[in-house]
């Protein structure tokens, strides 16, 4: 069995500060980690995935992620945000192969503040 | 990057009519989900299927019926809708990268039942 844990439902930040969103996982089998974007009324868009090789992921609009196996982590980054940045992100593992499911987190709102 | 359509984006109906959300995708991927997604929680999987003629329950326990005639088309159908089917419904599929699959969402559609 596999389970994300978001670790805060919501994130203020003002506008060009840094922003980490926490996520840890469980998993009895090899791990694929996910992020992805839900802009209000739409549908989740791929942020960044994890699969293997380097444990630093780069997506897309500036955003990064670190895999740490030790941890089971997959802590979400930017450095300088936008309040075009503002909406809920979903951290997601699945087990591969067979396992390929995918098991959502609960969120994290983020607003970006002027 | 998928291209995956779901009509209508939005309904509002009365008790006990009988709906159904559409979805399509162009990709051609194998697989195909329906996710349940009520306000401010995570996504649960009520639907997936691995191909044509092949569909499953997801994890949550949905009164609606999904068919999977042909590769793009994946349609969930609730016969007698009722109050608390009210929420959201997001559409996706995958294509297998590596060693798992990554998901591609549509827009979702919001239904309302009155």
């Known amino acids: 069995a596999q389970s994300v844990t978001q670790l805060d439902s919501q994130v203020p930040v003002f506008e060009e500060a840094p922003v980490e969103l926490r996520c840890n996982y469980s998993s009895s089998v090899s791990v694929y980690l996910f992020w992805y974007v839900q802009y209000p009324n739409q549908g989740l868009q791929l942020l960044l995935k994890?699969?293997?090789?380097?444990?630093l992921v780069k997506g897309i609009n500036g955003f990064e992620a670190e895999f740490n196996k030790s941890q089971t982590s997959f802590h979400l980054r930017k450095p300088s945000v936008h309040i075009s940045d503002t909406a809920e992100y979903f951290c997601a593992v699945s087990g591969g192969g067979s396992n390929y499911k995918l098991t959502f987190g609960k969120g994290t709102l983020l607003t970006v503040n002027p | 990057e998928a291209d995956i359509y779901q009509t209508p984006r939005y309904l509002v109906i009365g008790t006990g009519k009988k709906i159904t959300l559409e979805c399509s995708q162009t990709?051609?991927?194998?697989?195909m989900y329906w996710y349940q997604q009520d306000p401010g929680m995570e996504l649960h999987l009520i639907h997936y299927?691995?191909?044509?003629?092949?569909?499953e329950k997801g994890d949550l326990s949905s009164e609606s019926t999904v068919s999977r005639i042909r590769t793009e088309h994946f349609p969930l159908t609730l016969e007698s809708a009722r109050p608390s089917h009210t929420s959201q419904y997001l559409c996706?599929?995958?294509?297998?990268?590596?060693?798992?699959?990554?998901?591609?969402f549509g827009p979702g559609t919001r239904l309302t039942v009155l």
């Open positions: 996706a599929s995958s294509e297998t990268s590596g060693r798992t699959d990554t998901q591609y």
């Open positions: 299927s691995y191909g044509v003629n092949s569909t």
């Open positions: 994890y699969l293997s090789g380097s444990t």
């Open positions: 990709m051609g991927h194998d697989k």
